[in-house]
Every structure is written in structure tokens, then in C-alpha cells.
């Protein structure tokens, strides 16, 4: 092969491997939309020294947004990337030994809605091998809507025991929130609905033949 | 004598490592932030892309490489890209030492993105877009389109299941929460946003 034909093969390469770690660059790209220099600086630092300490960066890069959005100062946002950075950190722990970027962003939020930290980690212990970003989704929902956590977190953990699905779950807590909407109080329509979930669900013995891997 | 100043100079190697070692030993771990800082100097040096080009072409034309280097560079360059992106879109590792106990789901088990019709009712707006943790609040994402003259504001977006927080931005400015959904209050930054349940397809 001709020198200048080798140089292009190695130019080639170097390409491809430009395009294959081309998702920093989108992130980078994404932190540019903030038009501020100073925010935009402190935003990425945050998340940078974020990613040295190991943290998923995509639902930090997400929050900052979110807080230009919602038109916050660079101090606030400041302060909400720390708290969620730890929120994470303790989701990770909570959800251990696996963690989907979407699960720990869930469960983050899951504990900003003062969901009890164990029913996380039950749920984990229940599904070990799945993705329970809906699970925890339907959790926080019910109790940001003002079902008592501890009760919100029992009903939703039995469900999964007994084997519903994220999408039963979805639509249990669609129709907790009609029934909210129509007058009945958070806890009545979500013990009236899991009633009414538990009874379409198989006996336990073939539940949990179904969820061995 | 000659044995006695051997070992003169092999006290005095001994004691100027000593020193050296005395000197780098105290240094304390960087903090991220700095060496985020740093990093980030570094990578603003390097992203002068005109004078990159310029060298790039200059040693092109001044350069031969042979085939088996080239390979060699090549392959490696691949293996870079590839490690690098593994590392980079999965991400869900967090890869400090004190932490690596956590690990990925297989890709397989990772929900994928559902499509979802949105509606919202604003006579007076000029432009609507969707904007929520589904799109990393990117006005631009999901930019809502109006049904006839003065119909109601429309889009389909793809979002995984899960709950989501979402808002209408109005005329580039203005954040309005659904009003045919759930409110979520913002703890982080005030406002009300609104709620989307999006279930396993």
C-alpha cells in the first residue's frame, strides 16, 4: 500500500472512533443550548467532575436544563445538580447490584418524593433481574398524589410479588387518579384499585415459577 | 577506600530518592472540580478545529506511515472508539473504585422509547413545544404543530416508560403545565410541571 493510501486508512479509523464516542459530544452539544457563559461554565464543571466521580451524567445534563427552563440562577441549579448527584448515589445503593442510567434516575426521584428508601430496595429485591423504572414511577406517583407512603409502598410491592405487570400498574394508578379527580380520598381508591388488580393476577405458585430466571 | 566511596555515593543516591520521594509523597488527591477544570481547559485547546485541519493535512502530505503501523494505529484507534463508547452510552456504571460494584442491565432488559400524542389548547401562542425529562428539555426536540387555523397545538414524542415531567413552552418563554394533567410540584426550582405515566408497550 502507497503512503498516502495508509494514512487514509488510519484517518478512516481515527473517524470511526470520533463517531463511536460521539455521545459526550452530544452532551457537550446539549450544555451549549445555555446561553449564559457563566452558568453554562459551572454547569460543566458540575457534571464533569460528576463523570470523574462516576456518576451517570445524562439526568444531571437533564436537571440543568430543566432549571434553564424554568429560568433558575446558576446557584440553584448548582444546588439541585448536588442533590440529585446524591440522591443517585444513594439510589445506586438502594438498587444494587444492578442499575439501569433510567432506574437510578427514577429511583432519585423517588426519594425526592419522600418515598421510603426500603421500598425501593424491595422492590429491587422482587425483580432482580428486570428494569423497575415503572414500578418505582407508579410508587412515586401515588405518593406524591397523597397516598400515605408506607401504605402506597406496601400495596405496590405486593402487586409485584403476586406478579403485575408495569402496565397493570400504570393503569392501577391511572385509575387512582379519576378516582381522586371524582372526590374519593388518595388512600380509599388505591386500596379499592389494587382490590380490583389483585384479583386478575395467577395464583403465587405459578408467579413464582414465572419470575425465576 | 575505593569500596568506602561507593558506598558514599550509594548513601547519597539513597538520600537525594529519599528526598524526592519525601517531596512528591505529601501531595493530596486532586479535587474532581479541579481536575474537571482542568480537563476542560485541555479539551477547549484542543477544539480549535481550523488549525487541527491545517495540521492534519500538512502531515498527511509530509508523512509516510507504513502499512503494518498504519494497521497497528488503526486497529487500536478502533478499540478505543469502541471501549470508549461502551463507556460513554452506557454510562450507568458508576466507575469510582468505591463504587464498582454496581453493573449494567443487558441492553435487551432496557425499555426502549414509546411514542406519545400530546394535545394543549392556546389560542394566542405563536409557537408551542413539548419540553420534559423525556427530551432533556430541549425546546427544539418536540416542537408542537397546530391543527388548522386555530385549532389545538399537537405532536407525537417518544418517550421510555416511566414517569416524566413535562411542561408547554409558550412562544419560547413562557413554562405551562398540562391542564389535563397531574401537577408535580418542583421541588428544585419552583413552578408546577406536569405528569406523564408512559406503560410498557
Not at chain 2, 425546546?139 to 413535562?166: C, D, E, F, I
Not at chain 2, 411542561?167 to 408546577?192: E, I, Q, W
Given at each position: 500500500m502507497s503512503p498516502r493510501t495508509n494514512n487514509l486508512l488510519l484517518g478512516a479509523a481515527l473517524c470511526a472512533a470520533m463517531v463511536s464516542a460521539h455521545g459526550v459530544g452530544a452532551q457537550e452539544a446539549r450544555l451549549l443550548s445555555i446561553r449564559d457563559d457563566a452558568t453554562r461554565n459551572r454547569v460543566r464543571i458540575f457534571v464533569e467532575a460528576a463523570r470523574l466521580r462516576g456518576t451517570p451524567t445524562e439526568p444531571l445534563v437533564s436537571r440543568a436544563l430543566e432549571g434553564i427552563a424554568f429560568k433558575a440562577d446558576a446557584k440553584r441549579i448548582e444546588q439541585a445538580l448536588a442533590a440529585l448527584e446524591k440522591r443517585m448515589r444513594r439510589a445506586k445503593e438502594l438498587l444494587a447490584p444492578h442499575a439501569t442510567v433510567d432506574e437510578l434516575a427514577a429511583a432519585a426521584d423517588a426519594i425526592a418524593n419522600r418515598v421510603p428508601e426500603k421500598a425501593i430496595s424491595d422492590l429491587r429485591r422482587i425483580a432482580p433481574r428486570r428494569t423497575i423504572t415503572v414500578e418505582i414511577g407508579v410508587l412515586t406517583e401515588l405518593v406524591a398524589k397523597g397516598v400515605k407512603p408506607s401504605v402506597a409502598a406496601t400495596m405496590v410491592r405486593d402487586l409485584m410479588a403476586k406478579g403485575a405487570t408495569g402496565a397493570q400498574l400504570t393503569e392501577l394508578n391511572a385509575a387512582v387518579q379519576q378516582d381522586v379527580a371524582l372526590g374519593v380520598t388518595p388512600m380509599e381508591a388505591l386500596v379499592l384499585r389494587t382490590r380490583g388488580v389483585m384479583s386478575l393476577l395467577p395464583p403465587a405458585a405459578s408467579v413464582n415459577a414465572a419470575q425465576r430466571p | 577506600m575505593i569500596g568506602n566511596m561507593v558506598d558514599t555515593m550509594d548513601d547519597e543516591r539513597d538520600e537525594v530518592i529519599a528526598r524526592v520521594v519525601g517531596a512528591l509523597s505529601p501531595f493530596p488527591q486532586p479535587r474532581s472540580a479541579a481536575v474537571a477544570r482542568v480537563l476542560m481547559a485541555v479539551r477547549a485547546r484542543r477544539a480549535q478545529p481550523v488549525s487541527r485541519l491545517r495540521r492534519a493535512i500538512w502531515w498527511a502530505e509530509d508523512t509516510a506511515v507504513s502499512a503494518k503501523a498504519a494497521g497497528l494505529l488503526a486497529a487500536a484507534s478502533l478499540a478505543i472508539g469502541f471501549v470508549a463508547r461502551g463507556t460513554m452510552t452506557q454510562q450507568a456504571t458508576f466507575g469510582?473504585?468505591?463504587?464498582?460494584?454496581?453493573?449494567?442491565?443487558?441492553?435487551?432488559?432496557?425499555?426502549?422509547?414509546?411514542?406519545?400524542?400530546?394535545?394543549?389548547?392556546?389560542?394566542?401562542?405563536?409557537?408551542?413545544?413539548?419540553?420534559?425529562?423525556?427530551?432533556?428539555?430541549?425546546?427544539?426536540?418536540?416542537?408542537?404543530?397546530?391543527?388548522?387555523?386555530?385549532?389545538?397545538?399537537?405532536?407525537?414524542?417518544?418517550?421510555?416508560?416511566?414517569?416524566?415531567?413535562?411542561?408547554?413552552?409558550?412562544?419560547?418563554?413562557?413554562?405551562?403545565?398540562?391542564?389535563?394533567?397531574?401537577?408535580?410540584?418542583?421541588?428544585?426550582?419552583?413552578?408546577?410541571?406536569?405528569?406523564?405515566?408512559?406503560?410498557?408497550?
Open positions: - | 469510582g473504585a468505591e463504587s464498582a460494584s454496581i453493573e449494567m442491565q443487558p441492553v435487551a432488559s432496557v425499555s426502549s422509547a414509546v411514542p406519545v400524542a400530546m394535545a394543549f389548547e392556546l389560542a394566542n401562542a405563536k409557537t408551542v413545544s413539548v419540553v420534559g425529562d423525556f427530551n432533556g428539555w430541549d425546546p427544539a426536540a418536540n416542537p408542537m404543530q397546530r391543527v388548522g387555523a386555530n385549532g389545538p397545538w399537537s405532536t407525537t414524542l417518544l418517550a421510555k416508560p416511566g414517569r416524566h415531567t413535562y411542561a408547554f413552552l409558550v412562544d419560547g418563554t413562557t413554562l405551562v403545565a398540562d391542564p389535563r394533567a397531574s401537577k408535580a410540584k418542583n421541588p428544585d426550582f419552583g413552578g408546577d410541571a406536569s405528569v406523564l405515566m408512559v406503560r410498557t408497550p
